[in-house]
């Protein structure tokens, strides 16, 4: 059953990301001495956005904090490709995505994105849906850190009483997975899309909640790993894994696609790629090095609350 | 009129796209002092390759100089996209590639493909074709430099007496294009496909002609800029520039998609991408610096030949 409801409708929801924005931006400033670069910018065809860009930072490298609320007359493959009968509708589609890239090699990277969409045309009622996720990818991993983020999501997951951790869970290894690499991306985490199967402020209750359960989970971490000692061979080690994070949106992500598809403002797309990346060719890593702990124990699918001991 | 031949006439295009290769890379060792790292390997459902590439080198921060020769039961959708009757036929695709990333932010990168496929099936004679060309992406360009690359190309650029530069450049000039930063990716030279309209020996004449132009003519522009001085500024735009050589070979070069979607060996597609890359958020271009020669006077297709002056 879909709710009925205006195109202004969205403007609720609208908000809601925009304190979503500002809320991320302010505990990652918990860290930081450096300020958020910050563009506020318009779409010609439609709608807008505000970019928030940090770099150099003492505890990250670059992140990333965008919002952006865009509408079009005809909805672009990237959004359509499972939905055939959506194709060229008019549309509204709105999020916030982080992508943070930490100094210290023992911080992970981290990644959410909540977004909701509106489809309509003459004929039809709106239809409504939204996505999202938050998924992680160390470096030089913690187990505790690994189950945290895990059972944090695990508690969140929840809609009428029904955990849609597993399934969420699932989706988000099947989907941040370079075929290429045969690899993860990382640990995963949770990613849902089409969710519409609820009241349209539970579904947005909702992805508030993934938003913010991103942040404060990451924080905990932050706050444990981001004055851990590190070596340049440490550092060396994050500089080519980020390498796959690049291969990973340039190839695969569908957000980044439909960006670029839909003339998004590529600045603010590109933006969640690394500030400094190294491509070594055949990276020697060696048996029973540190390295080698993320891919013997890591970057595969697992069942991360079951590992907790 | 199509050539009859035999699957195993391949082996002779194979030799001396093998030979090409071993000039490459001799010519190459004039200006280094560090090896090849030399990776011969054999695909597992047919084939293989000679990956040869340099690292940190006193001239080149990186450079691959690629052969491969497989074949398979099925052609990939990359190489069949404008033509789908080839669709799933049984193929084999051999081909040289070369990607320079210099030290030296004066010296440009560049690019060579040749390539020869055959498509073949029980019913039908064998189909082939040839594929190739060259560009270049300076940092800091000279116009000497880009004017002599495009004269070299259009000497040779000779099948039967008919002269192909103005074709073969303009298909460049489309190809080497990223629509999302609506930036050419250089300066261009000359790009090829589906080539079969001479006889096969004149084609690979022809293709043998493209590698040798391209190589004997960087290093003439190797020998004059290899040496210049240069400051942390410039490295640090070479840097910032490289992405969107990342950007152009992830999100639409189809030799990269072709090469991941045929179970290619990734290692070997993905050496072309830089050694190290900076993504930096809106890079400043000022008005009348050096870097703003590259925007307002490069990255736009023109007739490089009517420059001289």
């Known amino acids: 059953m879909k709710t009925k409801f205006k195109v202004e409708d969205g403007d609720i929801i609208s908000k809601s990301f925009q304190t979503l924005q500002n809320n991320i931006i302010n505990e990652f400033l918990k860290y930081e001495e450096t300020d958020f670069h910050i563009d506020t910018w318009k779409r010609p065809e439609g709608g807008g956005g505000k970019t928030c860009v940090l770099s150099k930072g003492c505890t990250f490298d670059k992140v990333g ?96 009483k029904k955990n849609y951790y597993d399934d969420f869970k699932k989706q988000c290894d099947d989907y941040f997975y370079l075929k290429h690499r045969n690899e993860p991306r990382g640990v995963g985490g949770i990613f849902f899309d089409n969710l519409n199967n609820h009241k349209l402020a539970d579904c947005h209750d909702f992805v508030i909640k993934v938003g913010e359960c991103f942040y404060t989970t990451y924080s905990k971490i932050l706050k444990k790993r981001k004055d851990l000692p590190y ?79």
Chains 1, 2 share one sequence.
Not at 144 to 151: G, K, R, S
Not at 272 to 280: D, E, G
Request: with cysteine.
């Open 65 to 160: 904090v965008n919002f952006s609320d865009i509408n079009g007359t005809s909805l672009p493959p990237a959004a359509t490709s499972n939905r055939p009968e959506l194709n060229g509708m008019k549309y509204r589609a709105m999020g916030v995505s982080v992508v943070t890239h930490p100094k210290n090699p023992f911080v992970p990277t981290v990644h959410l994105n909540v977004r909701f969409f509106m489809a309509f045309d003459e004929n039809t009622e709106p239809l409504w849906w939204f996505g999202g996720g938050f998924d992680m990818t160390p470096f030089y991993p913690f187990l505790e850190d690994v189950v945290l983020w895990h059972e944090s999501a695990q508690k969140i997951c929840v809609l009428d």
């Open 231 to 309: 070596s340049e061979k440490h550092k060396s080690f994050q500089l080519f894994r980020r390498g796959r994070y690049v291969e990973f949106n340039l190839v695969y992500d569908r957000g980044t696609l439909f960006g670029l598809q839909s003339n998004g403002r590529t600045e603010s797309i590109l933006m969640s790629l690394p500030p400094s990346v190294n491509w070594i060719y055949n990276y020697p890593v060696e048996d029973g090095s540190e390295e080698s702990v993320l891919y013997n124990d890591y970057l595969m699918a697992k069942d991360w609350l079951k590992e907790k001991n």
